[in-house]
């Protein structure tokens, strides 16, 4: 029995969807990553119950945040993107978080830099509020550790494909470090936008938008590049037709960023279908109904869809490519020493 919502809610499933095709599912993918971050600030005295934590989101962290903040007697301070809807603002506020959201911006890179501004701004009127900084502190990576233990113990392979989206590099960071030291030989498939900078596509625009929570418009430390072997860059209408294949073929209800990581995985998946392939569905379609699923019929069939290979990020092209990334160094190398290597456990 779970003590909490937050111990339910954070618990992923395991979909087969093929053979040797599997979906990670999660309904709200950052609860897992939020609860241990915040109990390992605890544990280590950095914060006590009762103190207050600040962060920024898009959403999905927002609410991984304050179900974190509510299981551990926090108080908790968003300062929130302007793509936080109304059903999540009204659960923040019933939970007691404070929320501050960015005025309407049609620029997620001003929308980025805006929350980081202010957040630096709340920091210094308010110098004993603890900043989570989900973008840069590997605490993050240690919540996947027992999702890692899981995928291992129910896959039962040692060789497996992992495709994510990148995003703040937590989730994918996480998996592949936790599966790699313990004999699962991963390669990452790492799911970028169009405009996002961290892997280098910042010159080619998405008239749509940047996809919240795959890509960003700023540096994030938590991603390391050494860990990517391969990176496909996706765009919103090649997403929207995963995200609407998924849930026509499969009956996977999951948010934009899922349909990019299922376009992906599935043309990885074709290419060597001897091989286990998993794909993380960090959240449900909720958030997405109007501007996705409503819109159904302009989704292409998947299978129709190809990636542009590209050697070179200068020849990038929408809707779909795809780069040998070839685990390349970057930001963020020193990883080894986030926590001691030990065998993962089921219940790790």
């Not at 390391?224 to 026509?248: E, K, Y």
């Not at 302009?298 to 990020?313: G, M, S």
């Amino acid at each position: 029995m779970h003590e909490h919502f937050a111990d339910a809610v954070g618990q992923p499933d395991l979909i087969r969807l093929e053979n040797r095709l599997v979906c990670l599912r999660f309904e709200t993918m950052k609860v897992v990553s939020a609860l241990t971050a915040v109990k390992s600030l605890l544990d280590s005295k950095t914060i006590i119950p009762g103190d207050t934590v600040i962060d920024s989101s898009s959403g999905i962290y927002a609410h991984a945040l304050a179900l974190a903040c509510h299981r551990y007697g926090l108080q908790c301070h968003i300062v929130g993107s302007t793509t936080i809807d109304a059903t999540l603002r009204a659960q923040l506020a019933v939970l007691g978080v404070r929320l501050e959201q960015m005025p309407s911006s049609s620029n997620l890179k001003l929308d980025q830099n805006r929350r980081v501004a202010r957040i630096r701004e709340i920091l210094g009127q308010h110098p004993e509020y603890h900043w989570m900084r989900q973008y840069h502190d590997r605490v993050h990576y240690l919540g996947y550790r027992a999702v890692a233990a899981m995928i291992a113990h129910e896959l039962g392979v040692r060789e497996l494909t992992l495709v994510g989206p990148v995003g703040t590099g937590a989730s994918s960071g996480g998996l592949t470090t936790a599966l790699r030291e313990n004999g699962v030989d991963t390669t990452l498939v790492g799911v970028q936008p169009f405009g996002s900078v961290t892997f280098g596509a910042e010159h080619v625009e998405d008239p749509e938008v940047i996809i919240a929570g795959i890509g960003s418009s700023i540096h994030f430390d938590n991603v390391a590049p050494n860990l990517f072997d391969v990176v496909h860059w996706i765009s919103f209408t090649a997403a929207l037709s995963g995200a609407i294949s998924l849930l026509r073929e499969h009956a996977v209800f999951a948010g934009l960023s899922s349909g990019a990581a299922y376009l992906a995985a599935l043309w990885e998946h074709r290419r060597d279908p001897a091989r286990a392939t998993l794909f993380v569905a960090p959240d449900t379609g909720h958030r997405y109904v109007d501007s996705v699923f409503t819109r159904y019929q302009l989704a292409d069939p998947v299978e129709q869809l190809e990636p542009f290979a590209v050697e070179d990020r200068a020849d990038l092209a929408m809707p779909w490519s795809r780069m040998h990334w070839g685990r390349r160094g970057g930001a963020g190398e020193a990883i080894a020493d986030l926590w001691k290597k030990k065998p993962l456990t089921a219940t790790a």
